[in-house]
């Protein structure tokens, strides 16, 4: 994970040397289910902030029962890079259940349908409005509620650096695709199918949402495997494309 790290930040960091002060840089990390999107995205916040000379008091962490990164703390106002998580945007279960097949809509829950794509578009153009708008709100995803909720931190104008993390982030059809145009970088964390399908299976056992591995390649190849086939079947083209990385620490909950 380091060398890529060090590399996307590298580049990232010259990048926001060459930005103008009167502007964002913004910075998409997508890839299929399991390729380590969050655990490129939420570290490489920490390394820019630190290579700006912004302390990062806490480490971030991945919540492993629901396997998602996170940040370890409320964004400070003296941070320069924030990171953002595309599962703001899930549809509600309410706006779910609302659809004209509910069960369908349910079941097939991360499906790019199943998320209110319109409304993150227009987080995207807010995020390159000139003059900075004070703050520009965005959603969180609660695990526990399994519902969308107001972050209580927006995104502030000391925040020049945004990166945006989550499957459709560069999703080459409307109305996703006006958004991915937007972005200053593209970043595609590329693995092999059948490599994340296992980790997929691995880690729906792991965390308990199957307990028996035929479920738990059914519900991979139903809906995991379907979704990633739909994201490179239709990639806005990126402008550079990553080995996929695996959280160090879930693979070693994985060995015990």
């Not at 899930?90 to 199943?114: I, K, M, N, Q």
Request: proline share 7%; aromatic share 6%.
């Amino acid at each position: 994970m380091e060398h890529v790290l060090t590399e996307v930040a590298t580049r990232v960091l010259a990048r926001f040397e060459s930005t103008p002060s009167t502007e964002r840089l913004l910075i998409g990390i997508a890839g299929v289910p399991g390729s380590g999107k969050s655990t490129l995205a939420y570290p490489l916040v920490d390394r820019l902030n630190a290579l700006l000379g912004v302390k990062v008091a806490d480490p971030t962490e991945v919540d492993l029962e629901n396997v998602v990164a996170a940040p370890g703390k409320e964004h400070p106002v003296d941070e320069v890079a924030v990171a953002v998580g595309l599962d703001g945007w899930h549809y509600s279960l309410e706006a779910l259940d609302a659809f004209p097949d509910p069960v369908e809509a349910r079941r097939r829950r991360g499906a790019a349908f199943t998320f209110d794509a319109a409304s993150y578009v227009s987080f995207v153009q807010a995020l390159r409005a000139q003059p900075y708008l004070a703050s520009v709100p965005y959603p969180t995803f609660s695990h526990a509620l399994k519902d969308p909720q107001p972050s209580s931190s927006p995104i502030l104008p000391n925040h020049r650096i945004v990166v945006i993390e989550g499957l459709y982030c560069l999703l080459d059809v409307e109305p996703w695709r006006e958004a991915a145009g937007l972005l200053d970088e593209r970043i595609f964390v590329n693995v092999d199918r059948e490599v994340v399908r296992d980790r997929l299976v691995r880690r729906h056992l792991h965390t308990g949402v199957e307990t028996e591995r035929e479920a738990a390649e059914k519900r991979v190849d139903l809906s995991d495997m379907l979704n990633g086939d739909h994201i490179r079947e239709h990639l806005f083209e990126p402008t550079l494309q990553v080995s996929s990385l695996e959280d160090s620490a879930f693979a070693a909950a994985l060995a015990q």
